[in-house]
Nanobody
């Protein structure tokens, strides 16, 4: 069974930085989709950053391009989201997710794939990020 556990959330001021970590266990394949998503109360969960575990061009939400960076360390089965120049509108609960099926099938068929949350099967519990002005 796949398990994901996030850490690294917290409260920072505008312009600050945080690095989120997601420890992944139970995945026995090297090929899977992985990503970070965020959600605020009353709104749908949105994809922030995602990519295929084997490499390739990552997807980033337009509003975080140039500020957020996604990385995977296979040696320790951990995914990271480095967030810089944080803004109050980045305040949300952040979740990491992985998928070994639906996402992969759609990724190979769509060159403009945007890794929607509905294509991910395995989720962490979330970590809160709060950015004050």
């Amino acid at each position: 069974q796949v398990q994901l556990m996030e850490s690294g959330g917290g409260s920072v001021q505008r312009g600050g930085s945080l690095r989120l970590s997601c420890e992944i266990s139970g995945i026995i394949t090297m090929h899977y989709c992985m990503g970070w998503f965020r959600q605020v109360p009353g709104k749908e969960r949105e994809g922030v950053a995602a990519r295929f575990s084997g490499g390739g061009v990552p997807y980033y939400l337009d509003s975080v391009k140039g500020r957020f960076s996604l990385a995977l360390d296979n040696a320790v089965n951990t995914m990271y989201l480095q967030m810089t120049n944080l803004k109050p509108e980045d305040t949300a609960m952040y979740y990491c997710a992985a998928d070994r099926s639906t996402c992969l099938l759609r990724l190979v068929r769509n060159s403009n794939y945007t890794y929607p949350a509905t294509d991910f099967a395995d989720w962490g519990q979330g970590t809160q990020v709060t950015v004050s002005s």
